[in-house]
């Protein structure tokens, strides 16, 4: 089955706490802590693989969470770090934040990979907190929780050559003839419900990928028949062959049809107008053939290079090949797009708002703070109070208006201010 579009859920690992621990050991009286670090969580990797043609695997199972880190132990220990959780997708996905609409990747070449969700730091164990006041610290910290987001996948085929034009106008049937492809051919529109590749190899020993994009109708950019769903398939490719019904078979004009395609896809990407196109003059075994490919050649000789091919008889197609890899020598290779770079401006530590008598105080640094203390270890809460009144924030919140017994919300933790 092909399925192009996927959302899924990733979490990176959370890091393993750090290990309170003191070392005791006949003859070492007073041998200070010795309590290692955790480990470091795992990520969650996205990598294209050139061997995957579709993202039905993301159909069954929609969450994917890393390996956490282990604690660190006594005797200065540390945890092992987490494994890499490494997601395989077909080359040409595009990545995209689910929430936020960001792009994150665009994968075109086998073996291009991105991180999606990094893992979280391991917590320090005791020794880390050593200091001349304090040379006895029975506080570490909590593991950081790994990143997590809703991901959408969207895969847009990676082929050189995109066959494109009407339903019923012949592209399955030259696909099959010239590649190893069988996809289902019959004589009725929309035959073909996906998007079916097929590799041409030239006696010269050069080849080229072929895409089979399912039939486009007049409106297809709205949505209309299946266009919206496989109009995307062409952006990938370098060169256009459009099939036409030269004989007209369900009484179409084929000059029309060319023209009524060449807008659809210019108005769902404008990038798709300066395509270079090849016309494959399609059906020439059937009446009314000839006189229709003299009505084309009048319109668009000059314009476009024009083949008079039969897919049924093989007539005329290798022409269209051997032409078409000529093309190919000429046009530059299939790139992805870029992620926009961002804008590397300084951003305030934290900031306070309010949701109804709530507090809301939000940053990366404190969150992470408070998401790493253990709230139930005295000293480890005396360390956060510091960091929060050396950060500014308990300053803040007073010129916020805040009053005693008021809720502050850092994070996903809550607490009742006290002055």
Known sequence: MFFDRAKIYIKGGDGGNGCVA???????????PWGGDGGRGGSVILRADEGLRTLIDFRYKRHYKAGRGQHGQGKNMSGAAGADLVLRVPAGTVIRDAGTGELLADLVENGQEVVAARGGRGGR???????????????AEKGEPGEERWLELELKLLADVGLVGFPNAGKSTLLARVSAARPKIASYPFTTLVPNLGVVRLEEGKSFVVADIPGLIEGAH?????????????????????????????GRNPVEDFRVTNRELLSYDPALGGRRQIIAANKMDLPGARENLAGIKDVYEGQYEIFPVSAATGKGVDDLLYHVAGCLAELPA?????????????????????????????GREIERHVAMADLENE????????????????????????KEGDTVKIGKFEFIYIE
């Open 334 to 362: 299939v790139s992805g797009v870029e992620p926009e770079p961002v804008a590397h401006r300084l951003k305030p530590r934290f900031t306070i708002s309010r949701e109804g008598e709530v507090f809301l105080v939000s």
């Open 125 to 139: 164990g005791n020794t880390r907190f050593v200091t001349f006041e304090n040379k006895a610290p029975a506080l």
């Open 379 to 402: 000293e480890s809460v005396r360390r956060l109070q510091w960091i929060i009144s050396r950060m500014g924030i308990e300053d803040a919140l007073q010129e916020a208006g805040i």
């Open 222 to 250: 709205t949505g209309a028949g299946l266009g919206h769903d496989f109009l995307r398939h062409t952006a990938r490719t370098r060169l256009l062959v459009h099939v036409l019904d030269t004989a007209g078979t369900e």
């Open 22 to 32: 003191f070392r005791r050991e006949k003859y070492v009286p007073e041998g200070g």
